[in-house]
């Protein structure tokens, strides 16, 4: 069974700049979730991505985007990167549905600086 | 609102000793609240949730709904249990957690 995997695990950009996150989730997952996790907090939700089409946001501006591939992959975009959005970004796979509810099974997750 | 109230930053007992890392929350509603946690250099893991009314690794957590808590407790200590731990709350029947800011807990020998 493969676990969750993410890419890239750090990289560094510039204020403005766009990133892209990937994430492959667990096998037979076919749900995808996104935290951001920013320095002496706790995860906090940013959206979900069910069977290819968003399934809840967080309290997250719109240059936050993802998708979900049919394989349940999926990308994290943001856009006009702030100094702020400098923080470790996790994905999360779940089953789904009411068999797995609340059990997430986490990436090692991207570390996003921005200068 | 919906929130979640760790409000240690750093636990640290001796090993042996009784551990619990308090975890309060706010939800209007039937929440289903969970602990996490993270060893050095490992990922993020579910450690318990309060609807299996189970023990993991001599861990319980009760649910009291009259005070809104949820803590984890230990009654004896071990090394290996150093780690970060996370209160987690699903709004009922969701994968949308909503995590407290974490209480690291530290075992000396």
């Known amino acids: 069974e493969t676990g969750v995997t993410q890419s890239p695990t750090h990289l560094i950009k510039t204020r403005g700049q766009q990133v892209t996150l990937r994430c492959s989730s667990q096998?037979?997952?076919?749900?995808v979730s996104w935290y951001q996790q920013a320095l002496g907090q706790g995860p906090q939700f940013i959206f979900q991505?069910?069977?290819?089409?968003?399934?809840g946001r967080g309290n997250f501006p719109p240059r936050f985007s993802g998708l979900q591939f049919p394989n349940y992959s999926s990308e994290l975009n943001v856009n006009a990167l702030e100094l702020d959005d400098s923080a470790l970004y996790l994905c999360?796979?779940?089953?789904?549905?009411?068999?797995?509810?609340?059990?997430?099974?986490f990436g090692e997750g991207s570390r996003l600086t921005v200068l | 609102a919906q929130r979640v109230t760790q409000p240690e930053k750093l636990l640290s007992v001796f090993k042996g000793a009784p551990v619990e890392l308090k975890c309060n929350y706010s939800?209007?509603?039937?929440?289903?609240l969970f602990w996490y946690v993270q060893y050095s250099r490992q990922r993020l893991q579910l450690l318990l949730r309060?609807?299996s009314r189970e023990s993991i690794k001599g861990f319980t957590a009760d649910l009291n709904k009259g005070e809104t808590s949820f803590h984890l407790k230990k009654p004896f200590a071990q090394e290996e249990d150093s780690a970060m731990y996370y209160c987690?709350?699903?709004?009922?029947?969701?994968?949308?957690?909503?995590f407290g800011t974490g209480t690291r807990l530290q075992v000396f020998p």
């Open positions: 987690a709350l699903s709004p009922y029947n969701t994968d949308k957690l909503i």
């Open positions: 999360a796979s779940s089953l789904g549905g009411l068999a797995g509810a609340g059990e997430l099974f």
């Open positions: 991505y069910y069977r290819e089409e968003e399934n």
């Open positions: 309060h609807i």
């Open positions: 939800y209007s509603g039937s929440p289903e």
């Open positions: 096998s037979g997952h076919n749900t």
